[in-house]
């Protein structure tokens, strides 16, 4: 803050006791503010003249033009200096220098100025508050710990209180300070009362403290303090669980920490079984197969793979089989590498179809080619409203193994089968011939397809792999008639004409490139070509650096 102002502030004492009273008028507390935000009340104090020009202020400070913004404040300071706002300019001022990079500026001669002469405002609390965030920002972390310290100890009921709360957790977290970590996280759950403001903070200090207290088998702490942000019941359960699951398994993973890891599931399958409804209504059954399929997921987690099977038999006995459960006992027999018996579990599916879909995928994940398209086959026969469809996956899966042959063929079967979608299938036609290598037939294939501009970039592509230089060129000069593909084009003519040996016209092609695209990505690419191969620089705009 300028000099000027600093000694007008200092001889104002009419302004600490206006604060005084505004502070009764419009507690920050009371109403859960922001802490770099004029409340209204606050603005209804201000003369018209006043609003007028912290409005102008606060236009810029929101349009992130801090420089022009700090003069404005500046200039509300030297303008209206006991102004019931003072106090608010100087920390929105203070807070345009940190943001100006210059943190010291803030800290000394704009926040602490607030602290000193208005130290009852809610301005002189918020600067305490920014003092301990400005210096963390600069890596001062013992100075950043005291103020924010100094900030719980002196207003532990602010919203100030949560952001240094905060503040320290989250310096501890880096030096890696468990004992700080627990102490803010517990006060943050467990001391803070929650408001629209701070309940964001304190939620995710409560899931903070319950990933805690699971990797030390405290179970019971965990639940506690994820009851602090959770509705009792389903809503609880279901986040316990959410939280629970990276806990057990690096415990159950890691042999010094699986005894821990051991006892931890114990305690949670006897929490969930505590849970399921006794009634049997559709609503309680709902729930009860939810949560028993929580601790089938905990039995999968601590790798109990004798009881994971036995618990998918109670759920079917208790509530008889659907497809989503059956679907969670396949994809646990995969997890365990167990392709047959998961297969057995999709062909119980009450959807024929999904399930024999996920047998034949099955077959793919375990590179079986064969069954798998004996299994789509099989589909198309019996979805009889999709046969096509089947047949697409049958060539999706000869392709995605490499068989090009057979995929070329099931898709030329398409072409005529399916003759709304006969593009497609040609489009995967050429381009499993180019997948192949087989460039001709590509070319031949593309020049059968209507989606320009893609066809014609595919078809030089294939001519350049074939040595076809001159008629890739002439395509690529087509391409360039697109004009949101021309730079892209035309940077494909240079590496063509490179590839062909003609040094000269490609470097006067790269430059063209620059030139007329300067600021296009493809520009960008041509300069740099041109700097790394032929040692030329030229500005982005086709003339050569001075």
Known sequence: MAGRSKKRILNSNRLRWLFILLTCLSPLTAIGQQLDSMSLDRWKLLRETERYQLQIAEKYYREKNYKVAADEYEKYLSLYERSDAAAYAQLKWSLCQVALRRSNTAIKEGFQSVMDYWPDSDDAVAAAYYIGSTHQGMGRMPAAKRAYRAVLEKYGEHLVAVYSAKGLADIATTEKDEKTILAMNRHLTFQVDRNRINSKICQTASQQLAVYFFYRAAFDDAVKSLATTYTEGEPLVDHVMSYLRTP????????????????????????????????????????????????????????????????????????????????????????????????????????????????????????????????????????QDNPLHWKAEIGATYRSFRRYEEAIATYEQLVTEDVEKEQSWRWQIATAYQDWGKYAEAIANFRQCTNFPENYKNMAWCHRKLKQQKQAILLYNQVATHEPSAPWAILQIGYTQEEAGQKEQAIKTFQVVCKRFPKDGHASQAHAHLQNKYKISVTLGGGKDG
């Not at 709902?286 to 039995?299: D, E, P, Q, S, T």
Request: overall charge positive.
């Open 248 to 383: 057990l398994s690096q415990l159950c993973a890691d042999s010094k920490s699986a005894a821990k890891g051991e006892k931890l599931a114990t305690i949670a399958i006897l929490y969930f079984r505590k849970q399921v409804p006794t009634a049997m209504d559709d609503e309680a059954k709902r729930v009860g197969r939810k949560f028993w399929l929580h601790i089938a997921a905990v039995h999968a987690l601590a790798r109990h793979e004798n009881e994971v099977p036995k618990v998918y038999d109670q759920i079917a006995k208790l509530y008889g089989n659907d497809d989503e459960t059956l679907t969670r006992f396949a994809e646990w027999y995969k997890s365990q590498k167990n392709y047959d018996e998961a297969r057995q579990v999709y062909r119980r599916f009450q959807d024929k179809i999904n399930g024999l879909n996920q047998v034949a995928y099955s077959y793919r994940q375990e590179s079986k080619i064969d069954p798998a398209v004996t299994v789509y086959r099989q589909l198309m026969g019996l979805d």
